[in-house]
């Protein structure tokens, strides 16, 4: 399979514990995009790479939340001291660069839960 | 008012029904639109995307953009029971890279 790739696909952490989760994305694609979804809405914005640069966060995205992809290729997205309203699904998307593309294909998804 | 409004539905329809599911937008610098398609629990598919006003058709989808009207839609023919899924509208600017997302439209196709 050659799609976007997220692990684990599910988390269920205790409040103020860290969690990290990790996208792969289509190989030939040079951005890399993270979201989160929660119960009813459509996804949010978090933040996107260009390779390995972070060109894009947004205010959704807490001190809290840190979003790397070191090499260009993988990314991980890390949460610390997390709270109960971080609960949500966290998308991964992936994508090619250029006037006219971008589109964008979607992960399954991590599913996390803070207890 | 946010970017994009989309109607929440739910929606139900019978088996055969032709399906209309629309946006509104506000941002009239979004030049990129696109349809998705989620189930359940997983990540969402596209459908669709479209570049500026007019229609595109792939099998038994059409999507049509009005600029003018700021007003996106996506026309399902032929609805199937698995057709059932929530329908997400996105678009982005020619300047940004993420999308904006409207709330989904919850969809049952009914055997």
């Known amino acids: 399979d050659t799609g976007v790739s997220q692990d684990p696909r599910h988390k269920i952490t205790k409040r103020g514990q860290n969690v990290t989760f990790r996208c792969d994305p289509i190989?030939?694609?040079?951005?890399l995009y993270w979201y989160r979804q929660t119960l009813g809405q459509g996804p949010e914005f978090l933040t996107y790479?260009?390779?390995?640069?972070?060109?894009?966060k947004s205010r959704l995205l807490s001190d809290r939340f840190s979003a790397e992809r070191p090499k260009g290729s993988f990314s991980t997205l890390e949460i610390q001291r997390t709270e109960q309203g971080d609960s949500a699904m966290y998308l991964c998307?992936?994508?090619?660069?250029?006037?006219?593309?971008?589109?964008?294909?979607f992960g399954p998804g991590t599913r996390l839960t803070v207890l | 008012q946010k970017e994009v409004e989309q109607d929440p539905g739910p929606l139900s329809v019978p088996e055969g029904a032709i399906v209309s599911l629309n946006c509104t937008y506000s941002?009239?610098?979004?030049?990129?639109f696109m349809w998705y398609r989620q189930y359940s629990r997983k990540g969402p598919e596209l459908l669709m995307y479209?570049?500026?006003?007019g229609n595109k058709e792939d099998g038994r989808f059409t999507a049509q953009v009005d600029k003018s009207s700021k007003y996106i839609s996506l026309f399902i023919r032929d609805s199937q029971p698995s057709d059932s899924a929530t329908y997400l509208c996105?678009?982005?600017?020619?300047?940004?890279?993420?999308?904006?997302f409207g709330k989904g439209t919850k969809l049952s196709v009914k055997p």
């Open positions: 998307a992936s994508s090619e660069t250029g006037v006219g593309t971008n589109e964008q294909f």
């Open positions: 190989s030939e694609h040079n951005r």
């Open positions: 790479f260009q390779n390995e640069a972070q060109l894009e």
């Open positions: 941002n009239s610098a979004f030049q990129y």
């Open positions: 479209t570049y500026s006003s």
């Open positions: 996105a678009m982005r600017s020619r300047s940004q890279g993420n999308l904006i």
